[in-house]
């Protein structure tokens, strides 16, 4: 299919026009965010195809971190944790009755740092894959491990950080040692007595489900269901019209925070709100003013936004070029891939043309119409926070099932998949378990152990992790880099918090 | 020297051998985690305590009980009619319906008829969409 008979389908125009508003709606809904949004809607694209599939996973994604600005804004609110800092100021923005500013501020800055960082993608994912096409097995494992490193290092807790990615790994290892993969067939890590269940391990989607759609409503459940907002306490504000004229300016803020987020995109499994925080942090120290932060001032709603959905593009740039997630809603798309027997690494662009110039292309039309239908529909949308969970969430759960029992053509061990790993998710966020980590070694531990063994099978020797070429040297600076930063942060935090107390 | 590294790996056994190294380094890390937090480990029995206090009780193991009986009983009533998707359509109504009535605050008429009526169309158009548009496989 080429580019004129994509943009000409209607399936995959209202499957974006789709996606992206009921990404939208995920967003302003506190508590539900992108993650949920695409994984609920996972087990749509088994019919769907890739394409079709991709384009209505990557607009609810698109609209689903745009949506959260609207609960932020108007309620004080993070709809998604990426929109944090957009509380900052998008709300006193509100308080003063210029709620509809705000939020036209920080559509058009989501919208901007959408497409700047789809320009990143564009050119740089097919760069990387080119480089990461002369990787070995050697090569492959030091990116998995660098990936941990430096989500781990980004964790709240470094240790629980990296435990929490090992956990992942050693999950994910449960079952058979797969032969198609170069494995000898045999099983290991099976309890007593679930053999049966457990030959094939815990199926990806399943666990990803359970641990960001399950685990959210129980979590919502033991805090008692928080009422939702009425109506009546959303006031978007006429008080003052929203002009272009607020961006001068701030075209640098604008592009440094959708630079920044595309970075942080970049790096695996850091997330948005780690994006919008630098990116608040950036505007705020290079303002003029930045006693005005904090108080209403837009160029905090102009950095928090562009900063998060620069994450978009930036995020899929490791996905598709290296086969690692940038972060937790790229990781449920490999599961996509999976459906449909696609596997994302250094060849996905070059041997998938058509699908590589659907998915920018969806992209495009995803923030295109997430600017369209927010800037011309915000007060329908701002509505959408009142939407009652006791209608909402069964819905969701039912879809939950649904996505987990169709994914192995109806096993039902992986619907209480889903409830072992919604129930662990919930666990994990007691005990300070780090999910991001945890999913991305559990997605990447299978190949991880092929690249470990297998470079171990040819060399016999240790060192060749070390001594195999120049870019194994560069990427165990970078480890360690990621290691000594983090434990720099961790110091200079602590000696913030004593200073404090 | 060099004979400290060199590694040979016996095929046969190559399924134990990252299986152990992961393990390995989660003992260590484990163990790390242990002194570190010893103290706050030693008193995470008030923290689950706290927990257990101000949890929702009645909707937090209400939705779990609700849940694991959605679960039991797809496939079973689904076996009645096999290959249909029914045991999801059967089941998914009244699970939809008391997790609503569940987590509802206000249990006013109003309320409840909401609720139900979505109970009563939801799970329909959705078995309708995956059973007979998309040819999935339902319990």
Redesign the interface.
């Known amino acids: 299919m080429d580019i004129l008979n994509l943009v000409m389908d209607p399936l995959f125009l209202g499957l974006i026009l789709g996606g992206t508003m009921m990404g939208i709606i995920f967003g302003a809904i506190p508590g539900m965010t992108a993650t949920m949004a695409v994984a609920v809607c996972l087990?749509?694209t088994?019919?769907l195809g890739l394409v079709n599939g991709l384009a209505l996973l990557l607009s609810l994604y698109v609209g689903g971190i745009t949506g959260g600005l609207v609960p932020a804004i108007l309620l004080g609110i993070p709809g998604t944790p990426s929109s944090i800092t957009t509380t900052f100021d998008g709300f006193p923005m509100a308080q003063r009755g210029e709620g509809e500013k705000a939020l036209k501020i920080g559509i058009v800055s989501s919208v901007v740092g959408g497409l700047l960082s789809l320009v990143a993608l564009y050119f740089f994912a097919p760069l990387l894959a080119k480089f990461a096409i002369q990787f070995s097995y050697v090569e492959k494992f030091l990116i998995i491990l660098f990936a941990l490193t430096v989500m781990a290092a980004l964790s709240k807790d470094m240790?629980?950080g990296?435990?929490s990615g090992?956990?992942g790994?050693?999950i994910s290892?449960i079952g058979t040692?797969d032969v198609t993969d170069g494995?000898?067939g045999?099983?290991?890590?099976i309890p007593p007595g679930t053999g049966y269940w457990l030959d094939g391990g815990f199926a990806l989607l399943p666990v990803l489900i359970g641990i960001f759609g399950?685990s959210v409503?129980?979590e919502e459940?033991?805090?008692?269901?928080p009422?939702g907002q009425s109506l009546k306490d959303i006031e978007v504000g006429p008080h003052s019209r929203f002009s272009f004229s607020v961006f001068r300016g701030q075209i640098v803020n604008l592009v440094r925070s959708s630079g920044i987020g595309t970075f942080i995109g970049i790096l695996p499994g850091v997330g948005g709100s780690a994006a919008s925080i630098l990116s608040y942090t950036a505007a705020k120290t290079t303002s003029k003013h930045p006693e005005r932060f904090g108080k209403g001032e837009p160029a905090g709603v102009i950095a928090s936004e562009a900063g998060n959905n620069g994450l978009t593009g930036g995020a899929l740039v490791p996905l598709l070029s290296l086969g690692i997630p940038g972060d937790s809603t790229t990781a449920l798309l490999i599961g996509a891939f999976a459906l449909q027997g696609v596997q994302v690494g250094p060849l996905f662009i070059s041997q998938n043309p058509e699908t590589w110039n659907a998915m920018i292309i969806a992209m495009i039309f995803a923030n295109i119409v997430m600017f369209i239908t927010m800037y011309f529909a915000i007060r329908w949308f701002a509505m959408v926070i009142a939407v009652?969970?006791?209608?909402l969430?069964?819905?969701i759960?039912?879809?939950c099932?649904?996505g987990s029992?169709?994914i192995n053509?109806?096993i039902?061990f992986d619907?209480?998949t889903l409830?072992i790993f919604g129930?662990f998710g919930w666990f994990a966020c007691?005990?300070g378990i780090e999910i991001a980590p945890f999913i991305i070694g559990f997605i990447l531990?299978p190949s991880?152990?092929i690249y470990?063994?297998k470079s171990?099978?040819s060399f016999?020797?240790?060192?060749i992790f070390f001594t195999k070429s120049w870019i194994a040297v560069i990427l165990w600076v970078l480890i360690l880099a990621s290691v000594a930063a983090s434990v720099m942060i961790a110091r200079r935090a602590k000696a913030s918090a004593d200073q404090t107390s | 020297m060099s004979g400290l590294t060199q590694v040979t790996i016996d095929f046969q056994t190559s399924h134990l051998v990252f299986p152990i190294l992961i393990g390995l380094v989660l003992a260590l890390l484990g163990a790390a985690i242990l002194v570190r937090d010893r103290r706050a480990i030693l008193t995470s029995g008030q923290m689950w305590a706290q927990v257990w206090h101000s949890m929702d009780r009645v909707r937090f193991f209400g939705a779990l009980a609700l849940t694991v009986i959605y679960f039991l009983t797809m496939v079973p009533v689904g076996d009645f009619w096999p290959n249909t998707g029914y045991g999801f359509l059967i089941c998914s109504v009244p699970y939809v319906a008391l997790l609503g009535l569940l987590f509802m605050h206000e249990r006013s008429a109003r309320n409840v008829v909401t609720v139900l009526a979505v109970a009563g169309i939801a799970p329909p158009i959705i078995w309708w969409l995956f059973s007979e548009v998309f040819f999935l496989t339902l319990p």
Request: hydrophobic letters at 55%; zero cysteines.
């Open positions: 087990p749509l088994y019919s240790l629980l990296i435990f090992f956990l790994i050693f290892l040692y494995g000898n045999h099983t290991r890590l399950l409503i129980l459940a033991e805090k008692g269901m009422r009652p969970k006791q209608i969430f069964p819905f759960l039912m879809m099932v649904i029992y169709t053509y109806g039902i619907v209480w409830l129930l007691k005990v531990g991880a152990e470990f063994v171990l099978e016999g020797d240790l060192t």
